[in-house]
RNA sequence: GGGUAGGUUGAGCAGGUGGUGAGCUCCGCUGACUGUAGAUCAGCCGUCUUCGACUGUGGGGGUUCGAUUCCCUCCCUGCCCA
């Protein structure tokens, strides 16, 4: 059960490795692992800084790779639009585009179904949508997505799915874009050729126990290289994750592929999931609070739009190994932000992406050392004590 | 010295030629952000007992039921002329 490449021998270009499955005792569901793709192997658990337009906003590769970035998510629908996936593919495909030598996921364009609002509209057969960027009018069906997504060359695709704001919507609405899910994820899977490209299928059935168990079942079935979980890190409470999760994964603990809890980047909601047994993350949350001002810390966060921090000559984080706090105090950055100057944003990024990596590092660590629920104990203590969204491990 | 245009809440403005000027943009303060239409957005930004009330249009005086507006005077600023 630990090795899927015997489940799924030879012919698939992703493996996932279980180096340390959840211990049997059910302390956690927490497991550590390695998926091996073209571009390299990645360790997880493991969070995925979000590059949506070829970009991680204000980062150059070099920063990615010192930040301890080992794979990173860009975005099907942006890329489609522009510059365009055909450039793209005649350029050379998206590594050599961006220069970046790791592994690349590509989201489905799935998330636009809900984040492009009233700019578009679902049926049964894709997604129709306008344009942010012109208003043009462009459809997107899951054998175009996948089509997309080959030409880009990503590691891993995922298919075209729709989520659905969990708070916003009936059971009715929830379980019928959760039916039109498991039929794009059976034409995504039919249209996908590229043998050196791996596919993800996304479980969907909001926040409701049965749908949501469903939906696992029916994905799971489908010799996809990984699983995504879908339609969380939206308005539900932690809560309301943590039970859901706790109705997906139990149903694929024998199931040797990788976990991918879409969206979710809070150092304390990822510690959650870790333990309810996810292994992979993306979200544009670090680097987006980063840009806007919030930098995370062991206590909590830090927002150096403050007048408290005009002073204050301390680094963001003492020790912190990243390129801000090696050089700069929190009284530079804080001039910075009110003066707009652009190296606040490299900055404040370079800081978000080291503190998360490094805590799933630490996560990582724990678990190879036999320590998670000790960690997971100590940091809800934390919390509580500080209402702290920054953890430390 | 003469002429002229002005003086509005931290800054810059709008408006207002007899009947409630707290309106805008900066600056400032605080918050939000989770498969990126986000280097963005929201709230606050004269005072107070804040679902309301009060104060405020350079100073002083006058006319008037009532003045930011009309009159007188003084001060300040820009420009032009001496």
Request: charged share 25%.
């Given at each position: 059960?630990?090795?899927?490449?015997?489940?799924?021998?030879?012919?698939?270009?992703?493996?996932?490795?279980?180096?340390?499955?959840?211990?049997?005792?059910?302390?956690?569901?927490?497991?550590?692992?390695?998926?091996?793709?073209?571009?390299?192997?990645?360790?997880?658990?493991?969070?995925?800084?979000?590059?949506?337009?070829?970009?991680?906003?204000?980062?150059?590769?070099?920063?990615?790779?010192?930040?301890?970035?080992?794979?990173?998510?860009?975005?099907?629908?942006?890329?489609?639009?522009?510059?365009?996936?055909?450039?793209?593919?005649?350029?050379?495909?998206?590594?050599?585009?961006?220069?970046?030598?790791?592994?690349?996921?590509?989201?489905?364009?799935?998330?636009?179904?809900?984040?492009?609002?009233?700019?578009?509209?679902?049926?049964?057969?894709?997604?129709?949508?306008?344009?942010?960027?012109?208003?043009?009018?462009?459809?997107?069906?899951?054998?175009?997505?996948?089509?997309?997504?080959?030409?880009?060359?990503?590691?891993?695709?995922?298919?075209?799915?729709?989520?659905?704001?969990?708070?916003?919507?009936?059971?009715?609405?929830?379980?019928?874009?959760?039916?039109?899910?498991?039929a794009w994820a059976e034409r995504c899977l039919a249209a996908h050729r590229r043998p050196d490209q791996a596919l993800f299928g996304i479980i969907q059935g909001g926040l409701e126990p049965d749908l949501r168990a469903?939906?696992?079942?029916?994905?799971?079935?489908?010799?996809?290289?990984?699983?995504?979980?879908?339609?969380?890190?939206?308005?539900?409470?932690?809560?309301?994750?943590?039970?859901?999760?706790?109705?997906?994964?139990?149903?694929?603990?024998?199931?040797?592929?990788?976990?991918?809890?879409?969206?979710?980047?809070?150092?304390?909601?990822?510690?959650?999931?870790?333990?309810?047994?996810?292994?992979?993350?993306?979200?544009?949350?670090?680097?987006?609070?980063?840009?806007?001002?919030?930098?995370?810390?062991?206590?909590?966060?830090?927002?150096?739009?403050?007048?408290?921090?005009?002073?204050?000559?301390?680094?963001?984080?003492?020790?912190?190994?990243?390129?801000?706090?090696?050089?700069?105090?929190?009284?530079?950055?804080?001039?910075?932000?009110?003066?707009?100057?652009?190296?606040?944003?490299?900055?404040?990024?370079?800081?978000?992406?080291?503190?998360?990596?490094?805590?799933?590092?630490?996560?990582?660590?724990?678990?190879?050392?036999?320590?998670?629920?000790?960690?997971?104990?100590?940091?809800?203590?934390?919390?509580?004590?500080?209402?702290?969204?920054?953890?430390?491990?």
């Open positions: 059960m630990t090795n899927a490449s015997a489940a799924v021998p030879g012919t698939r270009p992703l493996n996932f490795d279980v180096l340390l499955p959840a211990p049997p005792d059910g302390s956690t569901r927490a497991r550590l692992g390695n998926v091996h793709t073209p571009h390299g192997d990645v360790q997880t658990p493991i969070f995925m800084p979000v590059g949506t337009n070829a970009t991680v906003k204000a980062l150059d590769p070099d920063d990615l790779i010192e930040v301890g970035a080992q794979i990173i998510l860009c975005n099907t629908y942006h890329l489609y639009l522009r510059p365009g996936h055909e450039r793209i593919e005649r350029l050379g495909g998206l590594h050599k585009f961006m220069a970046w030598k790791r592994p690349i996921l590509t989201d489905s364009g799935g998330y636009q179904v809900v984040s492009l609002g009233d700019f578009r509209s679902v049926d049964d057969e894709g997604v129709t949508f306008r344009s942010h960027l012109d208003g043009s009018l462009h459809r997107f069906t899951p054998e175009h997505s996948i089509a997309v997504q080959e030409s880009l060359g990503s590691d891993i695709a995922v298919c075209l799915d729709q989520p659905v704001p969990p708070h916003a919507s009936s059971r009715r609405d929830v379980a019928a874009a959760m039916v039109r899910t498991h469903e939906s696992t079942r029916v994905i799971a079935s489908m010799p996809f290289d990984g699983i995504c979980i879908g339609g969380l890190a939206g308005d539900e409470t932690s809560r309301q994750r943590r039970e859901a999760l706790d109705v997906t994964v139990p149903l694929l603990a024998d199931d040797p592929r990788p976990r991918y809890l879409m969206g979710l980047g809070s150092p304390a909601d990822l510690l959650d999931a870790v333990d309810a047994g996810v292994d992979m993350f993306d979200s544009v949350l670090p680097a987006r609070v980063a840009r806007n001002g919030t930098l995370w810390v062991p206590e909590g966060r830090l927002n150096l739009r403050n007048s408290r921090f005009l002073d204050d000559d301390q680094p963001i984080q003492e020790g912190c190994r990243c390129r801000a706090c090696r050089s700069f105090t929190r009284a530079y950055l804080a001039h910075l932000i009110r003066a707009d100057e652009l190296l606040f944003y490299r900055l404040a990024t370079c800081h978000n992406l080291t503190f998360l990596l490094d805590f799933m590092s630490a996560i990582r660590q724990a678990l190879a050392e036999g320590r998670f629920p000790e960690l997971v104990q100590k940091q809800s203590l934390l919390r509580d004590n500080s209402a702290a969204d920054g953890l430390s491990a």
